[in-house]
């Protein structure tokens, strides 16, 4: 990634949280938004989940249309209301739930 699609994809978001959030300090966050550092592939990725939601920046095409949303809600393909994290996580406890009674 460019310095300038660096900057594109964090524009409107401050420096300082994206520091903490990454884990570095400003001189490094700087020598990436300048280009004179190259950005690790895993920062970016972090980024792309982080700032556009975007799963399949880490799951590869299987996972395109799937996405975190800024309320921690997750989009899937060809559903029209984001799923919230209590239904994933039920969905976790009822699939456990039916493999012991089938014991």
Same mark, same amino acid.
């Given at each position: 990634m460019q310095a300038e699609e660096f900057r594109d994809l964090v524009a409107g978001v401050g420096d300082t949280y994206l520091c903490q959030f990454l884990g570095v300090g400003a001189a490094t966050f700087r020598r990436w938004k300048t280009g004179k550092a190259r950005i690790p592939e895993a920062?970016?990725?972090?980024?792309?989940?982080?700032?556009? =939601?975007?799963?399949?920046?880490?799951?590869?095409?299987?996972?395109? =249309?799937?996405?975190?949303? $800024?309320?921690?809600?997750?989009?899937?393909?060809?559903?029209? $209301?984001?799923?919230?994290? $209590?239904?994933?996580?039920?969905?976790?406890?009822f699939e456990h739930e039916q493999r012991a009674s089938d014991l």
């Amino acid at each position: 990634m460019q310095a300038e699609e660096f900057r594109d994809l964090v524009a409107g978001v401050g420096d300082t949280y994206l520091c903490q959030f990454l884990g570095v300090g400003a001189a490094t966050f700087r020598r990436w938004k300048t280009g004179k550092a190259r950005i690790p592939e895993a920062v970016i990725k972090l980024l792309h989940i982080k700032l556009d =939601g975007d799963l399949s920046s880490i799951g590869g095409k299987d996972w395109e =249309g799937f996405a975190i949303n $800024r309320d921690g809600t997750l989009t899937l393909p060809l559903f029209h $209301r984001p799923i919230p994290p $209590r239904r994933i996580a039920a969905m976790f406890f009822f699939e456990h739930e039916q493999r012991a009674s089938d014991l």
